[in-house]
């Protein structure tokens, strides 16, 4: 059974009626790269900014490595989000979300 609301991973894809464009900004992938870059930047601001301070257990002072590090792997990763969205886009077909949104007669709705 064919899902109605079926993507193509190409942009140039013939098309067999109604409008094709790339899901954009509603692609999760997207979404995800934003938010691990965020965060990826603010912890690399905060190992370059602020203080680790001192383990109170031992007295030995922190290193801000981890928070570098960890921001680091963020950012690549969500370069990698974004390069997959930029190769691979998901492709939406107007005409099939406009007849999975239209109700049919007789059907059962539930």
């Given at each position: 059974?064919?899902?109605?609301?079926?993507?193509?991973?190409?942009?140039?894809?013939?098309?067999?009626?109604?409008?094709?464009?790339?899901?954009?900004?509603?692609?999760?992938?997207?979404?995800?790269?934003?938010?691990?870059?965020?965060?990826g930047?603010?912890?690399?601001?905060?190992s370059?900014?602020?203080?680790?301070?001192?383990?109170?257990?031992?007295?030995?002072?922190?290193?801000?490595?981890?928070?570098?590090?960890?921001?680091?792997?963020?950012?690549?990763?969500?370069?990698?989000?974004?390069?997959?969205?930029?190769?691979?886009?998901?492709?939406?077909?107007?005409?099939?979300?406009?007849?999975?949104?239209?109700?049919?007669?007789g059907?059962?709705?539930?």
């Amino acid at each position: 059974m064919s899902h109605p609301l079926q993507t193509s991973s190409t942009a140039d894809a013939p098309t067999t009626g109604g409008r094709r464009h790339r899901a954009g900004a509603f692609d999760i992938r997207n979404v995800i790269a934003t938010l691990l870059a965020i965060y990826g930047v603010v912890l690399v601001v905060c190992s370059a900014v602020l203080d680790p301070g001192v383990n109170p257990e031992t007295g030995v002072a922190k290193s801000s490595a981890d928070n570098l590090w960890t921001g680091v792997a963020m950012i690549v990763v969500a370069a990698v989000f974004v390069l997959w969205t930029r190769l691979r886009p998901i492709v939406v077909d107007d005409a099939a979300v406009a007849a999975a949104e239209t109700p049919r007669e007789g059907g059962d709705h539930r």
